[in-house]
C-alpha cells in the first residue's frame, strides 16, 4: 500500500470513528468556511481540520471543519472550508480531501466556489451552473504516481460535470424561477486579480467564469469515480476593457465583491437543502 493510500484510510478511519450514530454520508457539499447556507441542514456534529491533520503544520493551520449533517433525511458531509493551491497547498494534498469523502462513503458531490465571470450576459450576484472547465493551472491532482485503487492512470474528463446531477440541479433552479447562468469553468491560480488580457483571452477560448479552487477537486472526483457537481457565485466582473476603465478603489471592489457574494449566497441558500436531497 502507497504512503498516499494509507494516509487517505487512516484520516477517514479517523473521521469515521467521529460520525454520529447511524451516520452513512451519501454526499457531499464543499463550500468556503464563510459561505452561510446551511440554514436548512441539521447539525449532527463536527470535527476541525486541526484535530484531523495534527501532524501536518500546514494543512492544520486551514481553519476549516467537516460538517456531519441531515439535510431532508439525507446524511451529508459537509467541508466548510477547503484548501487552495494559492495558499500554498499542493496539488495531492487537494485531491487527498476528495478520495477521503470516497473512503468515508459519499458517492455525490457538490462543491460551491467563488467566481468571476467573462461572458457579458452574466452579472454580479447571480449563479453560474458549471457544465465543463479549462484547466489552466499549470498543474494537477494526479501527476505522480498513480494508486489505481483510487482510479485509472487515465480517467475520461468528458463527464467531468456529471450530466445527469447537472439536469436535476438544472430542474431545480426552474422550479425555483432562479436565473440559469450555464457556464464553462477556467481554473486559474489565483490569488491575484485577472488583467485585462488575461480576461479577454480566457472568453476567446471559451471560459464564461473564473475560479480558483474547483478544477481540482473536479479532477481528483472524476478519478475517483465520484458524480460531481459545480455551482459558482458571482462575484467579480471581468469584462476586458470595462476593468481598464474601472475607476474603483480597491476598498470600494472589496465592498461590492462582499455584498455579490452575500446576494448570490442567499439565492443559493434558498435552494441548496433541495439540491442535496434530490441528486
Given amino acids: ?32 468556511k ?28 486551514n481553519a476549516g471543519k467537516i460538517i456531519f449533517a441531515d439535510c431532508g433525511g439525507r446524511d451529508v458531509i459537509v467541508y466548510s472550508g477547503r484548501f487552495h493551491y494559492y495558499g500554498g497547498i499542493q496539488m495531492r494534498d487537494i485531491g487527498f480531501m476528495i478520495y477521503v469523502l470516497r473512503y468515508l462513503g459519499v458517492k455525490k458531490i457538490v462543491s460551491v ?13 447571480e449563479i453560474s451552473l458549471v457544465y465543463d472547465h479549462i484547466n489552466l493551472m499549470g498543474d494537477n491532482p494526479l501527476i505522480g504516481k498513480n494508486e489505481s485503487e483510487l482510479g485509472l492512470r487515465f480517467p475520461d474528463m468528458s463527464n467531468a460535470y456529471d450530466k445527469s446531477l447537472y439536469k436535476k440541479i438544472y430542474r431545480i433552479f426552474q422550479e425555483n424561477m432562479i436565473r440559469i447562468n450555464e457556464s464553462v469553468m477556467l ?8 488583467t485585462d ?12 467564469v473564473v475560479g480558483y479552487s474547483m478544477v481540482p477537486e473536479n479532477i481528483t472526483s472524476v478519478h475517483a469515480g465520484l458524480s460531481f457537481a459545480g455551482i459558482g457565485l458571482i462575484t467579480r466582473e471581468l469584462i476586458a ?31 441548496i437543502s433541495r439540491i442535496l436531497i434530490k441528486i
Fill in 113 to 125: 466556489d467563488e467566481v468571476g465571470h467573462l461572458n457579458p450576459r452574466f452579472s454580479c450576484g
Fill in 187 to 194: 481554473g486559474a491560480i489565483g490569488p491575484e486579480s485577472e
Fill in 241 to 271: 476593457d470595462k476593468m481598464m476603465e474601472d475607476e474603483r478603489t480597491d476598498i470600494q471592489k472589496i465592498k461590492e465583491q462582499k455584498e455579490n457574494l452575500n446576494k448570490a449566497l442567499k439565492e443559493l441558500g434558498k435552494i
Fill in 197 to 208: 488580457a488575461e480576461a479577454r483571452f480566457y472568453r476567446e477560448i471559451g471560459a464564461d
Fill in 1 to 32: 500500500m502507497s504512503e498516499q493510500l494509507e494516509k487517505i484510510k487512516q484520516t477517514s478511519a479517523l473521521i469515521k470513528n467521529k460520525f454520529p450514530k447511524k451516520f452513512r454520508p451519501s454526499a457531499a457539499l464543499i463550500i468556503e
Fill in 34 to 61: 464563510n459561505f452561510e447556507i446551511l440554514s436548512g441542514f441539521r447539525i449532527l456534529g463536527e470535527i476541525g481540520f486541526d484535530e484531523i491533520f495534527s501532524q501536518d503544520e500546514i494543512l492544520k493551520r
